[in-house]
């Protein structure tokens, strides 16, 4: 899509989107990227068994917060009096059948068999890798309020092993849980010998204020927007996945599509399934410690 002149269809639209197999962590990417198109709200039609995890997961959160004194006490008890009675008769709120749309999209995953990237500087201009592997990447960032604790996992199983990263990687995890979480399962080792920069958590580069990259670099980012000047002043800022920052650290370049699926099959593919786990409270033994 040209940059100039462009009209955002979505702006106060609420977006409707059905048809994934996601727990609620990879929903929420959904559901959060919707403020880029300047969506009103987003849904994600999810099966009940996620949302029951994710709820059966908050409630034992949120009795920890309890006992460990946070305020608005009586607000926190209502949310878990109320989870725990959905609980009890889970039923999903299902659009009405004649409702109508102002558009119907509909994306065949299927045909696309390669990763998409934003490409400097537009969240718009997205193109296949196959366009633009083999641009060099000085500096490359995985975090934000994007990212979850799988794609760390992800990006520490590619990196493993792997020698030095060449240019800078910066690993900054969106909270302090998932931090803890991280150190706990021995990653940020990982990180710190593939000698990738460790950020306090929180917004971090996507922000732009409580660090930023040199003037006038390549990026590659997991974050959300790629506007002039936001990460570093005159970078130029690719988005993509966690997965493909991590290999662009690796090689210090955008890989080629085969590169890219060479190292997911040997790293990642075989151990999706504990990779991308989510973090469920109620299965963790004293997962308090986690420190936030
Ligand atoms: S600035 Fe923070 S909240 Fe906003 S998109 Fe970036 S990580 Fe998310």
């Given at each position: 899509m040209e940059k100039k002149g462009k009209k955002n269809v979505y702006a106060g639209t609420v977006l409707e989107i059905e048809g994934l197999d996601l727990n609620v962590e990879q929903a929420f990417e959904l559901a959060d990227a919707s403020a880029e198109r300047s969506a009103a709200a987003c849904t994600v039609r999810l099966a009940k068994e996620p949302v029951i995890e994710f709820l059966r997961s908050n409630v034992v959160l949120l009795k920890n917060m309890l006992t460990r004194g946070y305020q608005a006490g009586k607000c926190i008890e209502r949310r878990i009096a109320a989870m725990e009675a959905w609980l009890t008769d889970p039923q999903l709120l299902e659009p009405d059948a004649d409702a109508e749309y102002k558009e119907i999209i509909e994306i065949d995953?299927?045909?696309?068999t390669e990763p998409l990237l934003c490409c400097?500087?537009?969240?718009?201009?997205v193109r296949p890798l196959s366009q633009v592997a083999g641009t060099q990447i000085d500096e490359v960032f995985i975090g934000s309020c994007m990212t979850n604790l799988g794609h760390f996992r992800a990006a520490a199983r590619i990196l493993e092993?792997?020698?030095?990263?060449?240019g800078r990687l910066w690993v900054a995890p969106p909270t302090r849980m998932d931090e803890a979480q991280l150190k706990d399962e021995g990653l940020y080792a990982i990180f710190g010998k593939a000698g990738a920069r460790t950020e306090i958590p929180g917004c971090s580069l996507c922000m732009g204020n409580q660090a930023r990259t040199r003037d006038n670099v390549t990026v590659f980012s997991t974050s959300t927007r790629n506007f002039?000047?936001?990460?570093?002043?005159g970078a130029r800022v690719f988005l993509g996945s966690a997965e493909l920052a991590a290999i662009t650290a690796r090689l210090g370049k955008l890989p080629t599509p085969a590169e890219y699926k060479a190292i997911i099959a040997e790293r990642v593919a075989a151990k999706a399934g504990e990779i991308y786990r989510s973090l469920s409270f109620d299965t963790i033994p004293g997962y308090e410690r986690l420190g936030w």
């Open positions: 995953l299927n045909a696309i400097p500087n537009d969240p718009d201009d092993g792997a020698p030095h990263v060449a002039d000047n936001r990460m570093g002043n």
